[in-house]
């Protein structure tokens, strides 16, 4: 009987162990040095926004001043004349016939002194004998009333009667010396009035 020689199996080859990996290496971060002399970043803010500006309207030229003309010679005459004559409407009115004068003198001063000169004393003048008059015999018959109380008023009644009639004849005499003074201013004369004339001119004139 025959015998079958067995073989051996071949023995399996071995794994190779794994090959552990390496280690990495682990660098440390760096740190930078800043120099002392190199200052700190500040932050800078965005500026608020600007208001668009209004604009401005020009400025118009100034006008270079210009003294007032003078009055021609006719129209000195006739402004003159109306001042004297202003004294009628003191029988309309009562007491128009200065605030005309006064108006006259105000508005043409400075371009006559012709026509300053007439209508100043022709407000004054009805000023003291229109209106005079009048406060003379309202404060006569006061001071008549007022002794009245005792002989002496009684005794002064007769002379206020008369007294009043004369005073009375002031506006009168005032009207009439304005109308005289109008004719003269018209035909270009210096025409002043008793007592004021002068103290007018000497206001004007700064004497």
Do not use: C
């Not at 067995?6 to 800043?34: H, I, Q």
């Not at 309207?57 to 402004?79: C, I, K």
């Not at 209106?131 to 007022?146: E, P, S, T």
């Amino acid at each position: 009987m025959s015998t079958k020689k067995t073989t051996p199996p071949e023995a399996a080859p071995k794994k190779a162990a794994p090959k552990k990996a390496a280690p990495k290496k682990v660098t440390p971060p760096v740190e930078l040095a800043v120099p002392a002399s190199i200052a700190p970043v500040e932050t800078v803010t965005a500026p608020a926004p600007v208001a668009p500006l209004t604009p401005v309207p020009p400025v118009p030229p100034q006008m270079p001043y210009t003294s007032p003309q003078p009055m021609a010679p006719g129209d000195e005459r006739t402004w003159s004349m109306l001042a004297h004559l202003s004294t009628l409407l003191n029988l309309v009115t009562g007491f128009g016939g200065p605030i005309v004068a006064l108006i006259i003198y105000m508005v043409y001063k400075d371009r006559s002194r012709f026509v300053a000169y007439h209508a100043l004393q022709a407000m004054v003048f009805q000023l003291i004998w229109w209106f005079g008059g009048g406060v003379l015999i309202g404060l006569m018959w006061a001071i008549v009333g007022a002794l009245s109380a005792i002989v002496i008023g009684i005794v002064l009644i007769p002379v206020a009667a008369v007294v009043t009639p004369l005073l009375a004849l002031l506006p009168i005499g005032a009207l009439i010396y304005g109308i005289v003074g109008a004719l003269q201013t018209s035909q270009g004369q210096d025409f002043k009035y008793w007592l004021v004339g002068d103290w007018v001119r000497g206001t004007l004139t700064g004497a």
